[in-house]
T-cell receptor, first 115, second 112 residues
């Protein structure tokens, strides 16, 4: 079955601009989580959505926001981009229920470069 | 705040040798994951460990979990070059809704 799809794969933006990243989860999965990966800070949790509701949020400024649609696809938005926002952004898809035998599967990521 | 520490951060091995990567965490966890990441690629799930004493093996990799010691290990047996990658452990706390806290990763290089 199809995996987690993230678009676009690569982006170059200028400081001050905003960007929207998209994540389509595995069919049937209702939970989508977002992570930022940088060489300095490693992998850090941004937020998690389930059934269009944000259930958990990491320690990122308000410039980072997200949403989830009724088909479980999720978008992440970063406004007023800073150089430090350059990173690989990964989303993870999971059932969201039916524990404990569920796990998160990651997409290929979106490489964002801010210049 | 949950802290996850991996060591070593860098590991250079000869093919055919054995070695272990350690993952310590600071709070009672619900699940522990091991992931592999190749350069420029995403995270590939290797193991999910759910309970104390859990042991899982896939090929030359074996992972174990000791929840009392808050320690997981990833053991590599008879390493081959194809295992060269960065390995991450990640911890999920019960009720955190899939919020994973990652270790810094172990960059493994297997030399012929």
């Amino acid at each position: 079955k199809a995996g987690v799809t993230q678009t676009p794969r690569y982006l170059i933006k200028t400081r001050g601009q905003q960007v929207t990243l998209s994540c389509s989860p595995i069919s049937g999965h209702r939970s989508v989580s977002w992570y930022q990966q940088t060489p300095g800070q490693g992998l850090q949790f941004l937020f998690e959505y389930f059934s269009e509701t944000q259930r958990n949020k990491g320690n990122f400024p308000g410039r980072f926001s997200g949403r989830q649609f009724s088909n479980s696809r999720s978008e992440m938005n970063v406004s007023t981009l800073e150089l430090g926002d350059s990173a690989l952004y990964l989303c993870a898809s999971s059932l969201g229920t039916g524990r404990p035998n569920t796990e998160a599967f990651f997409g290929q990521g979106t490489r964002l470069t801010v210049v | 705040e949950l802290k996850v520490e991996q060591n070593p951060l860098f590991l250079s091995m000869q093919e055919g040798k054995n070695y272990t990567i350690y993952c310590n965490y600071s709070t009672t966890s619900d699940r522990l994951y091991w992931y592999r990441q190749d350069p420029g690629k995403s995270l590939e799930s290797l193991f999910v460990l759910l309970s104390n004493g859990a042991v899982k093996q896939e090929g030359r990799l074996m992972a174990s979990l000791d929840t009392k010691a808050r320690l997981s290990t990833l053991h590599i047996t008879a390493a081959v070059h194809d295992l060269s990658a960065t390995y991450f452990c990640a911890v999920e706390i019960r009720g955190s809704n899939y919020k994973l806290t990652f270790g810094k990763g172990t960059l493994l290089t297997v030399n012929p």
